[in-house]
């Protein structure tokens, strides 16, 4: 748990701070010095391990930061040269109100489009562009770029001429969920009305795009924004009604368990796995395992080590992704505050008051800073509402 702990803190460090590759090889060398002298002093050794551990946090963000100077890519950006590229659709496209964007893998590198939004284009279709590479650019108070840099794309190209070589190239399971996912939209669409239509697909796929901008800033000022977003929540309503759908149609636990998490898992990856999902979903399989297995899960080491998968594999999620932040300070909240809130602040209300009203005071003690910092206020009204809606 600690060397976890000390390795989100070297990353951390790593990212907010420009430290030379020489102060974290420092770290590393003291480190595994002090492991070798096991034999002298058992604080030695744990000074030892959490070195490398800090060490090797800061030495895995740096390493991800090399790959923008080193992308091949981003040296024709912003320049008056046209460029052809060949690559492959790599995610189901973001449709906006006059265009939709798509990634596209070019070698090892993504590049973003920007296209008409007819003819769409789709997971699976591989395409050559043409066009000039722009550096994203940042917004009002928005670091687009950081944004796009922890999604690895470090190009943007603008309204290029596009021609379609091929399809059906992606991963024939993420090509089957994506297509039910669209036929399940398709069959929606035709039955229900904005806002409702918007406020479903948020719900049930994490997409906002049919959510009208006055019903944003509505869920924004009452606290509600988090019910349009696949989080935590979402996860644990589908696994734990998964899991005891299967044990009443007499599936041993073990069982009924394994296959609640491969639909879990299929699931985040048809949504397009963002980090909150990705986070629930480590979670609920820790949780599964420690259960299948007859140990207890401790909520703040599942919420630990999953931060270390998801850091590993990505960095620079932790200083550009919102929702990342966002989701974990939350789940720490929950994990720390909640007993605080139902046994001293809240111990005379009925179950259901108490339940929701906790988990909406636990969940906003370490996030109001974060809220704060980055929209500019906080709703007041927030225990109210969700007391009302997350039920």
């Not at 990353?11 to 070798?36: K, M, T, Y």
């Not at 320049?79 to 659709?89: D, F, K, M, N, R």
């Not at 939004?117 to 722009?134: A, W």
């Not at 200083?319 to 720390?336: E, N």
Request: aromatic share 14%.
């Amino acid at each position: 748990f600690w060397f976890c702990l000390t390795f989100i803190v070297g990353l951390a460090l790593a990212s907010f701070f420009d430290f030379p590759q020489l102060f974290w090889l420092g770290f590393l060398f003291l480190g595994l010095i002090l492991i070798l002298l096991i034999r002298l002093d058992q604080r030695l050794l744990a000074i030892g391990i959490l070195s490398v551990a800090l060490a090797l946090g800061g030495l895995r963000s740096q390493a991800e930061m090399a790959k923008i100077f080193q992308s091949e890519l981003r040296q024709f950006n912003d320049t008056s040269q046209a460029v052809i590229l060949s690559g492959l659709v790599e995610q189901e496209p973001d449709i906006k109100e006059k265009s939709h964007q798509f990634q596209i893998l070019v070698e090892r590198e993504r590049v973003l489009v920007v296209a008409p939004k007819y003819p769409s284009y789709h997971y699976g279709n591989r395409v050559k562009v043409v066009g000039q590479l722009t550096t994203p650019e940042n917004f009002e108070g928005f670091n687009y770029q950081g944004y796009l840099q922890k999604e690895r794309v470090y190009s943007i190209m603008i309204f290029p001429r596009i021609e379609l070589l091929a399809s059906g190239e992606g991963n024939p399971v993420r090509q089957s969920l994506f297509n039910f996912k669209n036929k399940f939209q398709e069959t929606w669409r035709r039955l229900l009305s904005p806002p409702h239509l918007g406020i479903f697909e948020a719900l049930t796929f994490g997409e906002e795009n049919n959510i009208p901008a006055e019903w944003k800033e509505k869920l924004n000022l009452s606290g509600t924004r988090h019910l349009a977003a696949v989080s935590g929540m979402n996860i644990t309503i589908i696994s734990f009604l998964l899991s005891g759908f299967l044990l009443t149609l007499g599936f041993w636990r073990p069982q009924a368990l394994v296959i609640s998490l491969i639909f879990i898992w299929l699931y985040i990856l048809m949504i397009g796995a963002p980090a909150s999902a990705l986070r629930a979903g480590l979670m609920i399989s820790l949780f599964f395992l420690a259960r299948g297995s007859g140990r207890v899960a401790a909520g703040e080491r599942s919420l630990v080590f999953t931060a270390v998968i998801l850091l590993w594999e990505n960095p620079l999620i932790l200083k550009f992704d919102v929702g990342f932040q966002l989701s974990f300070l939350a789940m720490a909240g929950l994990i720390y505050w909640s007993s605080f809130f139902e046994e001293k602040v809240f111990k005379k209300l009925p179950e259901l008051l108490k339940v929701n009203l906790t988990a909406t005071l636990a969940a906003q003690v370490f996030t109001l800073p974060l809220l704060i910092y980055n929209f500019g206020y906080v709703s007041l009204i927030s225990p109210l509402t969700n007391l009302l809606l997350v039920p």
